[in-house]
T-cell receptor, first 113, second 111 residues
Framework: KQEVTQIPAALSVPEGENLVLNCSFTDSAIYNLQWFRQDPGKGLTSLLLIQSSQREQTSGRLNASLDKSSGRSTLYIAASQPGDSATYLCAVRPIDNFNKFYFGSGTKLNVKP | NAGVTQTPKFQVLKTGQSMTLQCAQDMNHEYMSWYRQDPGMGLRLIHYSVGAGITDQGEVPNGYNVSRSTTEDFPLRLLSAAPSQTSVYFC??????????FGSGTRLTVV
C-alpha cells in the first residue's frame, strides 16, 4: 500500500526566509503528485500539480519538484510571508487506481512577522 | 465556473438522525470522492465514484451511503448519525489528467 510521509510536521520560520517542505512516497508507480494548502477551518486549495513525466512545476514563489525514482517531492517557497502560514499537504495519485489519492499528514507552517 | 459545491457548510445532528450532504461539480469530472478529516487522522476516503451509476467503498465506509445518478452530483447519506461521525467532510472531483478539486467542506457535529 502506498504511504505518503511529510517531514517536518511543523515548521516555524521568520518572514523572508526561503524554505523547503518535503514529501516522500513508497511506491513510485504514480500518475501525478499534487501539493495543497489548507488554512484553518477551510478546504484544500490546489497549489501545484506535477504529472509523472515532469520534473518540476512553478507558480509564483512556489516551486515543486518530483523525483519518482527516489520517491520524493519538495515544495520550495521563496521569500516566505506571514500569509503563507497554513498547513501544506501532498497527495499522490497511483497508476492502478485513478480515484484513490494518498495524502500525507501535512506540514504546518508558521511564518513569523 | 463554480468547481465543487458542498452544502450545507455547517450541521448539527442528534444521535440517530439521518441526513444527506450534497456535492455538485460543474467540470464534467468522472471521478468524485468523499473524505472525512479528523484531527490527527488526516484525510480518510469514505466512498468514491468513477462515473454515473458506479460507486465503491473507501477506507471508512461504515455508516455512510452514496449514489451517483448523474455526472454532476454525488450525495453522501448518513443513515443513523453517531457522535463518532462528528468531523469535517470534503467532497472532491478529478478528471483523467487533472488533480483533485475540493469543495469547501461541511462541518458536522453529532450530539
Amino acid at each position: 500500500k502506498q504511504e505518503v510521509t511529510q517531514i517536518p510536521a511543523a515548521l516555524s520560520v521568520p518572514e523572508g526566509e526561503n524554505l523547503v517542505l518535503n514529501c516522500s512516497f513508497t511506491d513510485s508507480a504514480i500518475y501525478n503528485l499534487q501539493w495543497f494548502r489548507q488554512d484553518p477551518g477551510k478546504g484544500l486549495t490546489s497549489l501545484l500539480l506535477i504529472q509523472s513525466s515532469q520534473r518540476e512545476q512553478t507558480s509564483g514563489r512556489l516551486n515543486a519538484s518530483l523525483d519518482k525514482s527516489s520517491g520524493r517531492s519538495t515544495l520550495y517557497i521563496a521569500a516566505s510571508q506571514p500569509g503563507d502560514s497554513a498547513t501544506y499537504l501532498c497527495a499522490v495519485r497511483p497508476i492502478d487506481n485513478f480515484n484513490k489519492f494518498y495524502f500525507g499528514s501535512g506540514t504546518k507552517l508558521n511564518v513569523k512577522p | 465556473n463554480a468547481g465543487v459545491t458542498q452544502t450545507p457548510k455547517f450541521q448539527v445532528l442528534k444521535t440517530g438522525q439521518s441526513m444527506t450532504l450534497q456535492c455538485a461539480q460543474d467540470m464534467n469530472h468522472e471521478y468524485m470522492s468523499w473524505y472525512r478529516q479528523d484531527p490527527g487522522m488526516g484525510l480518510r476516503l469514505i466512498h468514491y465514484s468513477v462515473g454515473a451509476g458506479i460507486t465503491d467503498q473507501g477506507e471508512v465506509p461504515n455508516g455512510y451511503n452514496v449514489s451517483r445518478s448523474t455526472t454532476e452530483d454525488f450525495p453522501l447519506r448518513l443513515l443513523s448519525a453517531a457522535p463518532s461521525q462528528t468531523s469535517v467532510y470534503f467532497c472532491a472531483s478529478t478528471g483523467d489528467n487533472y488533480g483533485y478539486t475540493f469543495g469547501s467542506g461541511t462541518r458536522l457535529t453529532v450530539v
